[in-house]
């Protein structure tokens, strides 16, 4: 037997029409015989179903069974269009060849060759084959630059994720004590470079435990959440709004052009932090209310260090708890009073 294709894995396909059931039969054997597989037609017709169901690597089409027509319909569909056509022709017939605006990529003269049917087909299924396997190549090349990009993509994900969830309070969605020092120290060097004011809000919620204690700590971690909205929609975006810890939060807001500037943002979310809250239980709602003291210090009023600021806000949110709690406390400076505001 001859073997057009060395690998096995690859059998291609031809379609043949010709015009004596004796004429398909002894192409189709011939072709089988070089390991192509080979799809007869009697008509036109059947050979336009064929393509539609079939990818051939050849056509024969015997001029006698109308072949140039047939060829003629076969370029009107798009995955038959690069497909090679033999034609079976007599002598008479090679000057309609020649003539056809489609043109004839090869013939074979009646009666066929074996032998020349076989090296003509040889040669074009062995393109068929190239080029299937130039496909597969690029296909396989395309799969895994998708592949690439996904896993590209997917750790671009989870990284950000990481990030996130490292710079973040896992509960409010805040930004936590490492990315609020972060950005704390960015704040310093910005109104340092620029001569800008901005102020170090320290805030501790005033009647947290006892809500934690009383319903439980599936409350105290929605009213946390609800307090860091609060906070949130207070200041401005440019702001930071972080939770530093327990019930503690804490709050750099961006050039601010006063002492009392700042002291007025303070009274303004003791008062959003103390109207009350409607909370979820696992079968029912509770209301509750807390408040919150919270002390104040000015860049560089207060400090130009970050521990010399965050000290003198500790120290004034102490001094707000002292005198009452739910009000706002401005640091003292060297030779003066703190300032104070309350609801």
Do not use: W
């Amino acid at each position: 037997m001859n073997t057009l294709i060395a690998e096995e894995t690859f059998r291609a396909k031809a379609l043949v029409l010709a015009a004596l059931a004796a004429e398909r039969a002894q192409l189709c054997h011939l072709l089988d015989e070089g390991g192509v597989e080979a799809i007869a037609v009697e008509d036109g017709e059947q050979a336009l179903k064929a393509c539609r169901e079939h990818r051939f690597a050849l056509v024969l089409l015997d001029l006698a069974a109308d072949g140039l027509a047939v060829a003629s319909q076969l370029a009107q569909i798009p995955m038959q269009r690069k497909v090679p056509i033999i034609f079976l022709t007599e002598a008479d017939g090679i000057a309609r060849l020649k003539a056809h605006p489609d043109g004839a990529a090869d013939y074979i003269m009646k009666p066929v060759n074996s032998e020349v049917l076989l090296l003509k087909a040889r040669v074009l299924v062995e393109y068929c084959k190239s080029r299937q396997q130039v496909h597969e190549l690029l296909h396989a090349v395309d799969e895994r630059e998708r592949r690439l990009e996904a896993e590209i993509a997917e750790r671009h994900r989870v990284e950000t994720l990481v990030r996130h969830q490292a710079h973040h309070d896992a509960l409010t969605l805040l930004p936590n004590r490492i990315l609020f020092l972060d950005r704390f120290d960015t704040a310093l060097e910005r109104a340092t470079r620029h001569r800008e004011n901005f102020a170090l809000l320290y805030i501790d919620i005033d009647g947290f435990k006892p809500v934690n204690d009383t319903h439980g700590h599936l409350v105290g971690d929605e009213l946390l959440r609800h307090i860091g909205q609060r906070l949130s929609r207070g200041v401005r975006k440019t702001d930071t709004v972080s939770r530093i810890g327990g019930d503690e939060f804490a709050v750099i807001l961006e050039e601010v052009v006063s002492d009392q500037a700042a002291l007025q943002v303070g009274v303004k979310l003791c008062e959003l932090l103390a109207r009350p809250y409607l909370l979820k239980m696992p079968n029912s709602l509770v209301k509750v209310q807390i408040g919150a003291s919270i002390g104040i210090s000015i860049f560089p009023k207060h400090g130009r260090q970050q521990n010399e600021l965050i000290s003198a806000a500790d120290a004034a949110m102490y001094r707000a708890k002292r005198e009452g709690k739910n009000r706002a406390v401005l640091a003292e400076a060297e030779t003066h009073e703190p300032l104070v505001a309350s609801l």
